[in-house]
């Protein structure tokens, strides 16, 4: 038996991920959620919310002394689900950071350095990226702008982006931090030990999976009337697919090598702006002073 602890479960493609992990018989998930009550009675559900670092750290104190006590078997997997995109980039977190960075990009940091060394080997760790991070038409539809790439210290604290207060900068919020995700990857990979594996995983435009949540009246009823049509085309992934996929990651059936991108099905490359030795460290360096 093995553990594998899961953010982004209760909706979505995660929820649909966890279905399918739930049926192998020598897998316990644990899900960290905000509501408890909404986790699927087969797992163990444990609060968490990860707009809020002491809430974070309460949750791995939890995941950590059942795994001590043994009421949980070895941890060999974590996958970083979790996902906000907001209509502004000046909402913040209980800590005063941004919110999208908080939850997109300093949670699931939080969460690896606190749960780094309870890993047992041959173990995987998958955080869930997006095509966003390319910045281009083929890749967004021209939904989402482009990333924009600025010292951490700035991206990491509300009002980073033109009229801050606007859908665009939530959005450009949104894809900077896809851009994030695969820097956090890259140098992760570099400190994780051998056997302990971290990539990338993105999905595809997915509609339905509720980030349309936090937009206005309008664009939710586009979101959920004409966008779900984009998932019988090549341009989309339907949501079913998207949560089998990411289940398939998560159990080492679709791979790449550590620090990887696995695009839907297959190992992919990630935008070349993704690959940038200097801004990972840099990233790195500013997520380990923020949690300090």
């Known amino acids: 038996m093995h553990t594998f602890v899961m953010t982004g479960a209760t909706g979505g493609i995660g929820r649909i991920a966890a279905e399918h992990l739930l ?10 959620a905000r509501d ?6 087969r797992a163990t559900a444990i609060h968490a919310d990860l707009r809020s670092l002491t809430s974070i750290r309460t949750a791995a104190e939890r995941i950590t002394a059942l795994l001590d006590s043994g009421d949980l078997p070895p941890l060999q997997g974590f996958a970083g689900n979790a996902g906000i995109q907001l209509t502004n980039a000046t909402t913040t977190g209980e800590d005063g950071y941004e919110a999208t960075f908080t939850v997109n990009v300093l949670a699931d940091h939080l969460l690896l350095r606190l749960l780094e060394k309870r890993f047992t080997a041959p173990a995987r760790i998958v955080l869930t990226g997006s095509d966003t991070h390319f910045g281009d038409l083929g890749h967004n539809l021209g939904l989402i702008p482009a990333p924009v790439w600025q010292d951490p210290a700035i991206l990491a604290r509300p009002a980073a982006f033109r009229r801050p207060a606007s859908t665009a900068a939530g959005r450009t919020a949104y894809s900077t931090s896809k851009l994030a995700v695969q820097y956090l990857v890259h140098e992760w990979a570099r400190r994780l030990p051998a056997g302990v594996d971290i990539v990338s995983y993105n999905p595809g435009f997915v509609p339905g999976t509720g980030l349309a949540r936090n937009a206005g009246a309008f664009e939710r009823l586009v979101a959920r009337r004409a966008l779900p049509a984009l998932a019988r085309t090549p341009l989309a992934t339907d949501m079913t697919t998207a949560g089998a996929q990411l289940a398939a990651v998560l159990l080492g059936r679709v791979t790449a090598p550590t620090g990887g991108y696995i695009d839907r099905d297959r190992e992919a490359t990630s935008s070349p702006e993704s690959y940038d030795e200097q801004r990972e460290r840099q990233l790195f360096a500013a997520l380990e002073e923020f949690l300090a």
Do not use: G, R, Y
């Open 36 to 41: 408890p009550a909404t986790v699927d009675p």
């Open 23 to 32: 049926t192998q018989p020598d897998l316990h998930l644990v899900i960290l």
